[in-house]
């Protein structure tokens, strides 16, 4: 089993920022891809970035240059450093990381921009 704990959503103004974490722990290798998504009302939850296992990354266009994915091997966890947030990334955000057999996902933080 393999566990996935969120942490840093909040409540912020357009323009500022915030930073996600994930902590995942259980029977992992520390180079499984892992990921961002989100998912707001009434909408499909969709990739916003991706981290592989050889470290490349990949980005949603709606937050290409704003949003930074890293991640830290030895503590297992990764990162959504998320800046210029605006009113249209208010969303659930959920951690994701893919294994060989399924993938994982956590419970979720939520991201809320006020204009």
């Known amino acids: 089993q393999v566990q996935l704990v969120e942490s840093g959503g909040g409540l912020v103004q357009a323009g500022g920022s915030l930073r996600l974490s994930c902590a995942a722990s259980g029977s992992i290798f520390s180079i499984n891809p892992m990921g961002w998504y989100r998912q707001a009302p009434g909408n499909r939850r969709e990739l916003v970035a991706r981290i592989s296992s050889g470290g490349s990354t990949n980005y949603a266009d709606s937050v290409k240059g704003r949003f930074t994915i890293s991640r830290d091997i030895a503590k297992n966890t990764v990162y959504l450093q998320m800046n210029s947030l605006k009113p249209e990334d208010t969303a659930v955000y959920y951690c994701?990381?893919?294994?060989?057999?399924?993938?994982?996902w956590g419970k979720g933080t939520q991201v809320t921009v006020s204009s």
């Open positions: 994701n990381i893919e294994t060989i057999t399924r993938d994982y």
